[in-house]
């Protein structure tokens, strides 16, 4: 089992930027993709970034590209998502999510998941 506790939301207004953290514990391994996720309410869980663990690449949903920045500390097991620039339709419940292989854009290919924190944005 891998748990996952996501924190650093909040509420903010537009321009400003929220680190989120994502601390894993449990059975995780250094092959493990982990990713970040997002549901603004009345919608789907969509996806917003992705990264490696191993080799540290990367990908974006077009619409936080340039503004939204993944990293990792593996020695503390620790995944952060930067968000810089925010929008009021940045606002969601963000999650943090594990899976065992490549990176992948599709929430269903993911095993685990967080709690998750709520990101507010206003205008």
Do not use: H
């Amino acid at each position: 089992q891998v748990q996952l506790v996501e924190s650093g939301g909040g509420l903010v207004q537009a321009g400003g930027s929220l680190r989120l953290s994502c601390a894993a514990s449990g059975r995780t391994s250094t092959s493990w993709t982990m990713g970040w996720f997002r549901q603004a309410p009345g919608k789907e869980r969509d996806f917003v970034a992705t990264m490696d663990w191993n080799y540290s690449i990367t990908y974006y949903a077009d619409s936080v590209k340039g503004r939204f920045t993944i990293s990792r500390d593996n020695a503390k097991n620790t995944m952060y998502l930067q968000m810089n620039s925010l929008k009021p339709e940045d606002t969601a419940v963000y999650y943090c999510a594990a899976r065992s292989g490549v990176n992948s854009y599709y929430r269903n290919s993911y095993n685990y998941w967080g709690q998750g924190t709520q990101v507010t944005v206003s205008s």
